[in-house]
C-alpha cells in the first residue's frame, strides 16, 4: 500500500545508506574472521605439512610469511640494481659517412726578393756542381719484401694489414695490424676495420680479429648488433 503523501508504493530508502550499513557489517565480519584465525594459530589448529613438528605448529605459518618477504625484498634489490647498472660494452655503430674531405687552403705566392743594386754577376763566384756519386749497388730484396699472403678476394689498399695469421675455427679471420693504426684518428680506424669486417663477410668467416704486432687486440666485431669493436 502507499504511504499517504507520497507517490512511491513503498517505503523508500537511500542506497547510499544501505551501501554504508553493508560495508560495516563486511567489516566486522572480517574482524571477527582475523580473531577467529588468529586465535586458531597460537592454539595450533591450522594445517601444516606433514614433515613440520606437530610441537611447533604455531610458528609455521609465521615463518612461511618471513620468508616470503624476504625473498620479495631481495627479488626487488636485484631488480632496482639491474636497473642503475650502467653497460658493460657497447659496440659502436656503423659510420657510413666517411671522412669529410678536406679544403685546400689556397696557395698564396711568396713575395719577389729584393734586388742588390751592388750586386755584380759577373763577378759572383761561379759554383762548380758536386761530381756524380758512382752508382751504389741495388741491394738485394729482403724476406720483408715478399707478398703478404691474404685470404684469396681479399684486398688492402691502405697497407696497413701486415699478415693474416692461419690457424683455429676456420670461420675465424685473424689480421695483423701495423703500429700506424693507432696513430690514425677514431673515425678513419672505424672506417678501415669496418671496411676489413665487410669483406671478411663476404668471404664466409663469421669473426673477424684485429692483432697489433706485439699481439695485442686491438678490435673484433660486435656480438649483438653489427659493426666492428675497437679496443683502447
Not at 50 to 63: C, E, H, N, S
Request: hydrophobic residues 40%; neutral net charge; glycine residues 8%.
Amino acid at each position: 500500500m502507499e504511504r499517504p503523501g507520497s507517490e512511491l508504493p513503498v517505503v523508500y530508502e537511500s542506497p547510499w545508506r544501505a551501501l554504508g550499513r553493508d560495508l560495516r557489517a563486511v567489516y566486522a565480519s572480517c574482524v571477527l574472521a582475523l580473531r577467529r584465525l588468529w586465535r586458531r594459530q597460537w592454539q595450533g589448529d591450522l594445517p601444516t605439512p606433514p614433515f613440520w613438528p606437530r610441537g611447533q605448529a604455531t610458528l609455521f605459518w609465521p615463518a612461511l610469511l618471513l620468508s616470503a618477504l624476504l625473498l620479495l625484498g631481495l627479488a626487488g634489490g636485484w631488480a632496482v640494481r639491474q636497473l642503475h647498472s650502467p653497460s658493460v660494452e657497447r659496440p659502436v655503430g656503423l659510420d657510413r659517412s666517411g671522412p669529410s674531405p678536406s679544403i685546400a687552403s689556397p696557395t698564396v705566392p711568396s713575395p719577389p726578393l729584393p734586388i742588390d743594386p751592388a750586386f755584380d754577376p759577373v763577378q759572383a763566384p761561379v759554383e762548380t756542381p758536386p761530381e756524380p756519386l758512382p752508382p751504389k749497388a741495388k741491394a738485394a730484396p729482403s724476406a720483408s719484401s715478399a707478398p703478404i699472403q691474404l685470404p684469396q678476394g681479399f684486398s688492402d689498399d691502405s697497407g696497413l694489414v701486415l699478415a693474416a695469421p692461419t690457424g683455429g675455427s676456420a670461420l675465424l679471420l685473424n689480421l695483423r695490424i701495423s703500429e700506424a693504426f693507432q696513430a690514425l684518428p677514431e673515425r678513419e680506424r672505424q672506417r678501415l676495420a669496418q671496411q676489413w669486417w665487410q669483406q671478411a663477410l663476404g668471404l664466409g668467416y663469421e669473426q673477424l680479429r684485429l692483432f697489433a704486432p706485439s699481439g695485442a687486440e686491438l678490435g673484433r666485431n660486435a656480438v649483438v648488433g653489427g659493426g666492428m669493436i675497437l679496443l683502447d
